[in-house]
């Protein structure tokens, strides 16, 4: 079964600090991992992509770790702020010419101020 | 560049009641997704059309669940008889397929449907 498993459920943060979400995943055929964010009423929005060629990508203050041979990535916030507070998903792609994403069950970060 | 509109916002039904959702995808993407998202749960896929072709519906409860994909662009999904455990949001997504990578999934809103 392709699974995303996806850690914390829930992150408090004070303003500027770090915050960090885990994800690990299952099937080795995985090779497109992004990760979304969503505000309450919204749609999710992709925030920031990896494939598994690259360890690490960083946008702004949005680095994605990736680690292929314990199949696991994480999300790193810099410097967060009371606006990323929002509920976080990690996913996973086949790739090919099926692009199902296969969501985590996500993480609430809430920042305060 | 506008983004994925879909409508109803929200929606109330009662059990066994039909009920349909209107998707349509930003301008020239090929490939459009629906997702059932529960409460606080991820989204999981329901059924992904390639121009107006089904690639993937083996999620899709098929029993009560129907989805079309008309000339290639809108879409609706559509609920009958609907069960209490329908309720979620209903989230519509498009990629644009470019020499056939489109890993890029834009979301819409989503329609908010509660089943009585």
């Known amino acids: 079964q392709q699974q995303v498993k996806q850690s914390p459920q829930s992150l408090i943060v004070q303003k500027g600090g770090i915050s960090i979400i885990n994800c690990a995943y299952e099937n080795t055929a995985f090779d497109y991992f992004p990760w979304y964010q969503q505000f309450p009423g919204k749609g999710p929005a992709l925030l920031i992509a990896i494939r598994p060629d690259v360890s690490e990508k960083k946008e702004g203050r949005f680095t994605i770790s990736f680690n292929k041979s314990a199949k696991q990535f994480s999300l790193h916030i810099m410097d967060s702020q009371p606006g990323d507070s929002a509920t976080y998903f990690c996913?996973?792609?086949?790739?090919?010419?099926?692009?199902?994403?296969?969501f985590g069950k996500g993480t609430l970060l809430t920042v305060n101020p | 560049e506008a983004g994925v509109a879909q409508s109803p916002r929200y929606k109330i039904i009662e059990k066994r009641q039909s009920v349909a959702f209107w998707c349509n995808p930003i301008s020239g993407h090929a490939t459009l997704y629906w997702y059932q998202q529960i409460l606080g749960q991820g989204p999981k896929l329901l059924i992904q059309f390639q121009n107006n072709g089904v690639v993937d519906d083996s999620q899709l409860p098929k029993d009560r669940f129907s989805a079309e994909r008309l000339k290639g662009v809108d879409s609706t999904l559509k609920i009958q008889p609907a069960k209490l455990e329908d309720s979620a949001v209903y989230l519509c997504a498009s990629s644009l397929d470019v020499q056939g990578f489109s890993y890029e999934q834009y979301f819409g809103p989503g329609t908010r449907l509660t089943v009585t």
């Open positions: 996913a996973a792609s086949l790739g090919g010419s099926n692009y199902k994403l296969t």
